[in-house]
């Protein structure tokens, strides 16, 4: 049923979605489950913006979407392994990043991010032979993530926009759409972050 919900069907939930995963994360804090919250999350943010997505976090408790980031989102980056998990993961997080340069350039969390996405985006490339014919990555995710949020929250989504697309130009898209900002904040990353740019965008 949740693979043909509409959007406006399914954002008005979105609350109380997010609420009952908080409230499983307090009791079973897995590393599968952690990687499930990250691609939809992610996936929220591609398709709604991530404004609406820390926003409706929000609504939960207020300061949660803090822990949320800090907690769950950017340490799962780095310790996700299937190639499928790690692109959804990616395009989410750039959305993520998109606005935490916009509205929080100085934030040493929007640091963070922008570090852990040049950290998985060296096997986004990589990854494109995972896809299907048709190009929907979503059957190749994790089983019980590929079978629940992630049609839900692309239910109406044409294609799920998740296609293959160049890293280069979605790096680039980001670092026009924020004047620069992305580009800035790597320089207080690290080496390796900055070579991994360099190295996607050449």
């Given at each position: 049923m949740y693979y043909f919900l509409p959007s406006a069907a399914v954002m008005p939930l979105l609350g109380n979605v997010l609420k009952l995963q908080f409230q499983r994360l307090t009791k079973k804090k897995t590393d599968t489950y952690m990687a499930g919250l990250t691609m939809f999350w992610g996936m929220v943010a591609v398709k709604h913006g991530a404004g609406a997505l820390l926003q409706a976090m929000e609504s939960v408790q207020a300061g949660v979407s803090a822990m949320a980031l800090n907690k769950v989102w950017a340490p799962t980056l780095l310790v996700m392994s299937g190639a499928a998990d790690k692109r959804i993961a990616l395009r989410g997080t750039l959305a993520l990043l998109q606005h935490m340069l916009t509205a929080m350039p100085a934030d040493p969390l929007t640091a963070r991010f922008a570090s852990a996405a040049m950290g998985i985006a060296k096997t986004y490339n990589t990854s494109l032979s995972v896809l299907t014919a048709t190009g929907d990555v979503l059957t190749n995710v994790s089983e019980s993530f590929g079978g629940s949020y992630a049609r839900l929250v692309c239910s109406d989504y044409p294609g799920y926009n998740f296609a293959p697309q160049p890293l280069k130009a979605?790096?680039?898209?980001?670092?026009?759409?924020?004047?620069?900002?992305?580009?800035?904040?790597?320089?207080?990353?690290?080496p390796d972050a900055q070579q991994a740019y360099k190295?996607?965008?050449a």
């Amino acid at each position: 049923m949740y693979y043909f919900l509409p959007s406006a069907a399914v954002m008005p939930l979105l609350g109380n979605v997010l609420k009952l995963q908080f409230q499983r994360l307090t009791k079973k804090k897995t590393d599968t489950y952690m990687a499930g919250l990250t691609m939809f999350w992610g996936m929220v943010a591609v398709k709604h913006g991530a404004g609406a997505l820390l926003q409706a976090m929000e609504s939960v408790q207020a300061g949660v979407s803090a822990m949320a980031l800090n907690k769950v989102w950017a340490p799962t980056l780095l310790v996700m392994s299937g190639a499928a998990d790690k692109r959804i993961a990616l395009r989410g997080t750039l959305a993520l990043l998109q606005h935490m340069l916009t509205a929080m350039p100085a934030d040493p969390l929007t640091a963070r991010f922008a570090s852990a996405a040049m950290g998985i985006a060296k096997t986004y490339n990589t990854s494109l032979s995972v896809l299907t014919a048709t190009g929907d990555v979503l059957t190749n995710v994790s089983e019980s993530f590929g079978g629940s949020y992630a049609r839900l929250v692309c239910s109406d989504y044409p294609g799920y926009n998740f296609a293959p697309q160049p890293l280069k130009a979605m790096l680039l898209e980001l670092n026009t759409a924020t004047s620069g900002a992305l580009v800035g904040v790597l320089g207080q990353c690290s080496p390796d972050a900055q070579q991994a740019y360099k190295e996607a965008t050449a």
